[in-house]
C-alpha cells in the first residue's frame, strides 16, 4: 500500500485522494527548475488539546514572493493557502500528531522548453505527512566545512526558495557524509560561513549569539528569525548578525543548526574541532531549544500570533474531512 494511501491533497483550490494527485512525465524536467516550495511545521499542544500551524502565514506569503522571483503567477493569496492548508490538517484524524507541511508551486501544464516563459500561472499542491519532533531529545550532530562553495546569491539569489537552489545542499550533503561528518557547513565566494544544507547557522561566543548576515547568501529563515526575537526577548541575549569567519565556528563556545526541520540542532564537532565539551549542547543553546519547544507548542502562550489553530471536531471525536470537489477558500482576485 502506497505511503500516503488515504490522504489528501489541495491541488489549485481542490482536495483530492493523494494517490490521484498526478501528473504527466512530459510535465517534470525543465518546469522543475523554476519550482518552489516551503516546509512548515504544525505542532501539537497537549496544553490545549489542538494543533497549530507555526508562523503558517509567513511560509505562504515567502512561496508567493519565491514563484514571483520566478517570474510565475499564482491564483491565490497568502490567505487563501492558509485557508486551505487548515482544512488539509483538520482532515487528518490523528489528534497528538504533528505534522509536516510542503506547499510547492511550479509551472502549470507542460513545457518541453529550457526556459519556463515569463508570466506562467503556477499549480500550487500543498501536501502534508506525520513527523516526529526531535525537541528536546539531547540529538547532537557533527558539521564539516564543505569543498563545494555556496552558490553565489547575484547568481542565483539566497532568497529565493527554490527546489534548484538546493541541488548545492545536496553535494554538500554528499561531501560531508563521505567526510564522516553529519552536515556541511557552506562558504561564500569571501570564504565567510553562510549556512548549512536547509538550515541557518549560529555560534555562541562569550555569552553572545552570533549568525550570518542575509547579505552573505543566507535564506531569510523564518526559524532564525524566531529564534533570533527569542534569544533578544525572552531570554536577554546579545545578537549579533555579522560575516562569521571559518575559524569562529572552531573557537566557538557552542554551535547549532536552526531551520523548520532542523528546528534546533546543537552541533558537537566543525572539521574535527570539538564544541564545548564535544558531546553535549552548551547551555544557551539548551536555554533557545527549550524556548523554541514551549513556543510552538503553546505552552506559555506569548506568541499566539505565531500560531495558526486548527479546530478538530470534538464531538465526532476525528476532525471534518474537507469536500474532495472543491476547496472552501476563493482565488484571489488581487
Not at 562558504?187 to 547557522?201: D, M, P, R, V
Not at 562569521?244 to 534546533?264: H, I, K, N, Q
Amino acid at each position: 500500500m502506497s505511503a500516503g494511501y488515504g490522504r489528501l491533497i489541495w491541488r489549485d483550490g481542490v482536495f483530492m485522494p493523494w494517490e490521484e494527485a498526478t501528473v504527466h512525465i512530459s510535465s517534470v524536467g525543465h518546469a522543475s527548475v523554476s519550482a518552489a516550495f516551503e516546509g512548515v511545521h504544525a505542532y501539537w499542544s497537549s496544553t490545549r488539546e489542538m494543533l497549530h500551524g507555526f508562523r503558517l502565514r509567513e511560509h505562504m506569503q515567502r512561496l508567493l514572493d519565491s514563484l514571483r522571483m520566478s517570474w510565475m503567477e499564482s491564483a491565490f493569496d497568502a490567505d487563501a493557502l492558509v485557508g486551505a492548508t487548515v482544512e488539509l490538517l483538520a482532515s487528518w484524524q490523528a489528534p497528538g500528531k504533528d505534522l509536516h507541511i510542503r506547499p510547492w508551486g511550479f509551472a502549470a501544464g507542460t513545457h518541453r522548453q529550457q526556459m519556463v516563459p515569463r508570466g506562467t500561472p503556477a499549480e500550487i499542491a500543498i501536501e502534508t505527512w506525520e513527523f516526529e519532533s526531535k525537541l528536546g531529545q539531547g540529538r547532537t550532530c557533527t558539521l564539516a566545512v564543505s569543498s563545494w562553495p555556496r552558490f553565489h546569491p547575484g547568481a542565483s539569489p539566497a532568497s529565493m526558495k527554490v527546489f534548484s537552489n538546493y541541488h548545492n545542499g545536496r553535494l554538500g550533503n554528499i561531501d560531508a557524509l563521505a567526510r564522516g561528518a553529519d552536515w556541511p557547513v557552506f562558504l561564500n565566494a569571501s570564504g565567510h560561513i553562510t549556512e548549512s544544507s536547509g538550515a541557518c547557522i549560529a555560534l555562541v561566543k562569550r555569552g553572545r549569539l552570533i549568525t550570518p548576515p542575509l547579505s552573505d547568501g543566507v535564506l531569510d529563515s523564518i526559524t532564525r528569525r524566531t529564534l533570533v526575537q527569542l534569544a533578544r526577548e525572552e531570554l536577554g541575549l546579545d545578537v549579533e548578525t555579522r560575516p562569521v569567519e571559518r575559524t569562529e565556528l572552531y573557537l566557538a563556545d557552542e554551535v547549532f543548526l536552526m531551520g523548520t526541520s532542523a528546528e534546533v540542532l546543537p552541533a558537537v564537532e566543525v572539521d574535527g574541532f570539538p564544541v564545548g565539551d564535544g558531546r553535549t549542547a552548551g547551555e544557551i543553546t539548551r536555554a533557545i531549544e527549550s524556548r523554541y519547544h514551549d513556543t510552538v507548542r503553546a505552552v506559555t502562550g506569548d506568541h499566539d500570533e505565531w500560531l495558526t489553530p486548527v479546530h478538530l471536531d470534538r464531538a465526532a471525536g476525528a476532525p471534518s474531512p474537507p469536500s474532495l470537489t472543491a476547496s472552501s477558500h476563493a482565488r484571489s482576485t488581487a
